[in-house]
C-alpha cells in the first residue's frame, strides 16, 4: 500500500512563492508518474502538474511558467514550486500517483490534500 504525504501548504500573499513536498512511501511509487491536483470550492479538481518516472512534465495553461514540478526519486518525493501566486490559486492541493497520461490520468494513489490560501 502506498501513501502520500503532502506539506508546505499555508497562507501567501499575492505574488508570492510556496513549495509544496509530497513524500510517498513504499517503492511501487516509483513506477508511476507524479502529479499535483487543485480543487477549488466549487470547481471540479484538476490536475496542474505531472512528472513521469523518467522526468518528462507536463503543465495545465494555467501552471505554465509560474509552477515547476521536480521528483526526487532516491527520496519518493515530489515538489511543486509555485511561483507568481494569484488569488485563484487558492485550492487544495493534492499529491497523486498516476498511471495513464498526463491528459488521461488514471489516479492509482491519492494524498491527503494540503491548504493554499493566496491572499490579495
Known amino acids: 500500500q502506498v501513501q502520500l504525504m503532502e506539506s508546505g501548504g499555508g497562507l501567501v500573499q499575492a505574488g508570492g512563492s510556496r513549495r509544496l513536498s509530497c513524500a510517498a512511501s513504499?517503492?511501487?511509487?516509483?513506477?508511476?508518474?507524479m502529479g499535483w491536483y487543485r480543487q477549488a470550492p466549487g470547481k471540479q479538481r484538476e490536475l496542474v502538474a505531472g512528472?513521469?518516472?523518467?522526468?518528462?512534465?507536463n503543465y495545465a495553461n494555467s501552471a505554465k511558467g509560474r509552477f515547476t514540478i521536480s521528483r526526487d526519486s532516491a527520496k519518493n518525493t515530489a515538489y511543486l514550486q509555485m511561483n507568481s501566486l494569484k488569488p485563484e490559486d487558492t485550492a487544495v492541493y493534492y499529491c497523486?500517483?498516476?498511471?495513464?497520461?498526463?491528459?488521461?490520468?488514471?489516479?492509482?494513489?491519492w494524498g491527503q490534500g494540503t491548504q493554499v490560501t493566496v491572499s490579495s
Open positions: 497523486a500517483l498516476y498511471s495513464g497520461t498526463f491528459y488521461v490520468p488514471k489516479v492509482e494513489y
Open positions: 513504499g517503492s511501487i511509487a516509483s513506477g508511476y508518474a
Open positions: 512528472i513521469t518516472p523518467s522526468g518528462t512534465t
